[in-house]
């Protein structure tokens, strides 16, 4: 992979960050209720991002959950014989809450899919909402996010790296060639 160009820096990523933490507070009425999930890997930190804007906007702690989907996914057998498993931690009820999935990017839909269906199996939220960090485009499925921080128009021979300060060292996003 050849990397092509920067999308966004750490002062454009807190920025947009901030803008769906705000967006979900107004589209909900503020955080009551509100509980957050973080799709392993790259969704855990942002979806930590955003529940430490909300404390600082709002003085509430949302509740921080966290959802492995690999044994949710419809192309598993596709992946390693032996897939990584990072663990889901949802140490409260769903029951009566609004649930908000965060993921690094939105592409075909099927990563979303897989987390709507390890949410039903962990309870019957209140309601669901997708915030991601870039939206690319190529759906697959009828997806599509609630919080979208930059949507980035791409080809199939492109694909978006969202670096996160936790895994990578630097929070940033590239596009990169796969040719």
């Given amino acids: ?4 160009t920067v999308l966004m820096d750490a002062a454009a990523m807190d920025r947009a960050l901030t803008r769906i933490a705000h967006e979900m507070l ?11 999930l973080g799709i392993q890997r790259r969704g855990v930190p ?6 430490e804007k909300i404390r600082k906007f709002e003085g509430v702690d949302v509740p921080m959950g966290v959802l492995d989907i690999t044994f949710y996914r419809d192309d598993l057998s596709l ?3 032996h897939p990584v ?13 609004t649930v908000v999935m965060v993921d690094d990017v939105l592409y075909t839909g099927r990563t979303a899919r897989a987390a709507l269906d390890a949410i039903m199996d962990l309870g019957r939220a ?3 909402q997708l915030a991601v960090l870039i939206d690319r485009g190529h759906r697959e499925l009828p997806i599509r996010a609630d919080y979208v921080g930059k949507n980035v128009p791409t080809s199939k021979n492109e694909v978006v790296g969202v670096m996160v300060e936790e895994f990578d060292g630097e929070n940033t996003v ?3 060639d796969l040719d």
């Fill in 1 to 4: 992979m050849k990397e092509k």
């Fill in 46 to 51: 942002l979806g930590r991002l955003l529940q």
């Fill in 174 to 176: 590239k596009l990169f």
């Fill in 85 to 97: 498993i990072n663990g889901t931690d949802v140490p409260f009820a769903l029951e009566e809450k």
């Fill in 126 to 128: 209140q309601s669901v």
């Fill in 79 to 81: 992946l390693n014989e």
């Fill in 26 to 36: 107004e589209r909900n009425h503020g955080a009551q209720d509100l509980v957050i």
